[in-house]
């Protein structure tokens, strides 16, 4: 299985306060057809996840574009540029060009 | 809107099963892929499986693909999942989602405890 990690498991940043999350694959996640599964989701408190990219950089309907995703191969970033208090949650990256498809173990976004 | 609503959940008995499903609305239920995701009580998230738009195929994660069974009625728009044997490590929050992953159930919740 292809496996994801995460850095950092905690986040703590101060709002306005621009952070980055980074996501490693064991193996490249490009696939044959030429796209990159790779996704980016927030988990709020007591919510279902949410995805926020998908194929790497694209933002998800309804998205704000403080957040931006970046990265191939092997190595991802999801970047949110001015934290903002509803951004608090659990992040997670996940893949889908290899099943079974894998998430990484997630980080905690606190607001200071 | 895309709705996607999950029921079956509960408390359950070890080496029991359990159907849960996931009744969709709001788009082409029939046009797409859907999988299955849980979230442990740690937050771990773990992709299950998925199943094909008309059907006729699945995937699973392998540790998983001896017991469960995902299956799916479009003329009910409903995903269904079914857990055979359950073990106290499937205490989890289970969640239907697209396979492009854009629009998740509310997620049902299962212990499994004597």
Request: proline letters at 0%; a negative charge.
């Given at each position: 299985d292809v496996v994801l990690t995460q850095t950092p498991s905690i986040l703590s940043a101060t709002l306005g306060q621009s952070v980055s999350i980074s996501c490693r694959s064991s193996?490249?996640?490009?696939?044959?057809?030429?796209?990159t599964y790779l996704y980016w989701f927030l988990q709020r408190p007591g919510q279902s996840p949410q995805r926020?990219?998908?194929?790497?950089?694209n933002l998800g309907s309804g998205v704000p574009n403080r957040f931006s995703g970046s990265g191939s191969g092997t190595d991802f970033t999801l970047k949110i540029s001015g934290v903002e208090a509803e951004d608090l949650g659990l992040y997670y990256c996940m893949q889908?060009?290899?099943?079974p498809f894998t998430f990484g173990s997630g980080t905690k976004l606190e607001i200071k | 809107e895309v709705q996607l609503v999950e029921s079956g959940g509960g408390l359950v008995q070890p080496g029991t099963s359990l159907k849960f499903s996931c009744v969709a609305a709001?788009?082409?239920?029939?046009?797409y892929w859907m999988s299955w995701v849980r979230q442990t009580p740690g937050k771990t998230m773990e992709w299950i499986g998925d199943i094909k738009y008309d059907g006729s195929y699945t995937n699973y994660a392998p540790s998983l693909k001896n017991r469960f069974t995902i299956s799916r009625d479009n003329a009910k728009t409903t995903l269904y999942l079914q857990m055979s044997?359950?073990?106290?490590?499937?205490t989890a929050t289970y969640y239907c989602t697209t396979n492009y992953f854009d629009d998740w159930g509310q997620g049902v919740m299962v212990t499994v405890s004597s």
């Open positions: 193996q490249s996640l490009l696939d044959s057809d030429g796209n926020l990219i998908y194929l790497v950089s889908a060009t290899h099943a | 709001g788009f082409t239920f029939s046009d044997n359950v073990r106290s490590e499937d």
